[in-house]
């Protein structure tokens, strides 16, 4: 009892919080527990406490770092329900904003390994969000090609790596052919764009 006393208040979000930071800007490997826990101002002891290994503390931090984002997600998620038309858009839009806000503050010093792993959690985290608003689409007369969650992941990882691209730019270029796919997918014609514009008005 007195040890979990002792690591309360704060400790393991300031590990996740000065350990995100060092991974983000050394890499996995550049990044070693001591060297965390001197910059958390804590012995080796209580990175123990809360962790076995630096892996299960680097998948923490990834989700804490996903995490931040929920509420907009959510937000934009449940926006759909009242305004289908442009929601899929503002969503993949959002994402586009944060992945540059992101590498303008950690790109040039972050190793490729912790590049991936960040894509791979943040298609995985928007899975979730991309199927409702699809299911909301579905219900004003979009006809997906797949089923709903087949959808959602199909686009997830396809609009989603395309903008988790290290070219942004290359993006924008791309936006119109990605839309059209889209489009063609959800099996939305000019008859079920008309309808999905009257139930956003």
Known sequence: MPRKQMFEGGTKNRIVEVAGKMFFENGFDGTGIRAVMKEVGANVGAFYYYYKTKDELFTDVLVHFCDRYDAEFERIAASAE????????????????????????????????????????????????????????????????????????????????????????????????????????????????????????
């Open 82 to 201: 009242k305004k289908p038309h442009g929601a899929l858009l503002e969503f993949f839009d959002y994402v586009q904003k944060i992945t540059r806000e992101f590498r303008e503050k950690y790109a040039d010093n972050m190793h490729f390994t912790v590049r991936y792993a960040i894509r791979e959690a943040t298609l995985t985290k928007i899975e979730p969000y991309v199927e409702r608003v699809v299911n909301v689409l579905v219900a004003n007369g979009a006809k997906p090609v797949m089923d709903t969650h087949l959808t959602a992941v199909f686009l997830s990882h396809g609009c989603g790596s395309t903008i988790l691209r290290e070219d942004s730019d290359w993006a924008d270029e791309v936006k119109p052919q990605v839309i059209a796919t889209v489009k063609s997918l959800l099996g939305i014609d000019d008859e079920v764009q008309k309808k999905i514009i009257a139930a956003s008005v």
